[in-house]
């Protein structure tokens, strides 16, 4: 099997090299999770529960080993990298205890002289394709609920970040069952075998390029897919003083490579002159290499320099570099008095930039923000509740943060419309993704003789 280099996104220098999984590695990964199909899919709900713990206990007891290997990959710092770990580990733990629930429509008798009931069953072995942002979180987000809805899973990491992933496949094999979570890497091309693959489902969580190759591929195949956010911010006059540091953590967080994170600011009214203001001190304050760390890679690296210097920019306010020479390091960015169809605007940057954009009032700041394709995520701030929550309603998107960003949990769902996918992700309701109902309906007039 052939292999590809690893790069240290800090330092721009190779780390190492991985398998780059051919046709017969994919396939010997997707047997094995067949093979173990029939077993884990057997297990009691309970069963499968206590193993998701072990397996959730193990991972953050090995806490340090996946923050290291998170770092490795993503040149995140340990600040945001340890707290992935333990979203992490208390994904298995959640949807463990979820699927202890019955979710299926209540039964009884609704047809005359009928016993009904609904049978909730998986989808049998699933192909789990994540991206570079978040390797092992993103792991979860799609493994977690596969396994517990009696999935098998083979999972397959982004090229440039798959030591996380590797990491878990360990621990899986000893802490749920060989052949139960199955890694396997590579590039591009690994992942379309992977689609192309004896798989009853895929869940997909990448790019819109990418979510529509995949469509492409499955055919008629059950597809999950989470895709780009290019997510608008509603910031009211009366937005609250707090709202600058939040918007610039937000965007800065894990270096705003995060299909959730704020990109398009759109401002109303007199808010305009002080949004911009306002975000451009925020954004000066924080430095990549102390704050916040790298892109991930040289492709991203040269998106932003494309769309950030190529954009058509009345203002334009960027903050300052600290990671050493060689790294994929990117200052924080305000761009504002931009043509509505600059690049920049249009386009998902993926970085730690805002646009800043002028809307009259809140109608023409709901039309710009439901402008773009993708419906992932927005944010609304001001002090007025009730203005912020009829613009809540208004925004077309799968999650609305109301004078808050990037506030996520285990229990509330979170999913795209339009050109962000089609899948849920988080809660109870991302079982639904990897299971099928299957209805029983018994006649009750034929008896068995008594004997």
Known sequence: MTTFDLVDPCTGSVRGTCPDGDASAVAEAVMAARRAATTWSALTTRERAERLARLAARVAERAAAYGDAER?????????????ISQAADLFRFYGGAIRGDLAPAGGQLIAGHESWVRWEPCGVVAAIVPWNYPLLMAAW????????????????????PDSALLLAEDAAECLGPGVLRTVTGGRECGRLLVEADVDAIAF?????????VARRAGLRR????LGGNCPVIVFPDAPYRTWDALADAVTYNAGQSCAAPARVIAIGSA??????????????RTAGRDFGPLNNPDQADRYDRLVGGAKAGIRKAG???GPGGGFWRPACVLADLPADDPAITEEVFAPVLTVQRASNAAEALELANGMPQALAASV???????????????RAGEVWV????????????????????????SVLALAEYQRPKTVTVDLSVTSPLP
Do not use: F
């Open 72 to 84: 490795a990959g993503t040149g995140k710092p340990g600040g945001e990298a340890l707290p992935e």
């Open 142 to 161: 799609r493994c977690a609920p596969a396994l517990a809805a009696g999935n098998t899973v083979v999972l397959k990491p982004a090229e440039t970040t």
């Open 205 to 213: 969580t990448g790019s819109v390029r990418g979510g529509t190759d």
């Open 223 to 226: 597809i999950s897919l989470e």
């Open 272 to 285: 305009y002159d002080g949004v911009v203001e306002q975000l451009s001190a925020a954004l000066a304050e």
């Open 320 to 322: 300052t570099v600290a």
């Open 381 to 395: 701030w001001s002090a007025d509740i009730s203005s912020a929550l009829l613009t809540a309603r208004g925004l």
């Open 403 to 426: 004078n808050c960003h990037l506030v996520q949990s285990a229990e509330l769902p979170h999913g795209g419309r339009g050109a962000s996918g089609n899948g849920t992700d988080l």
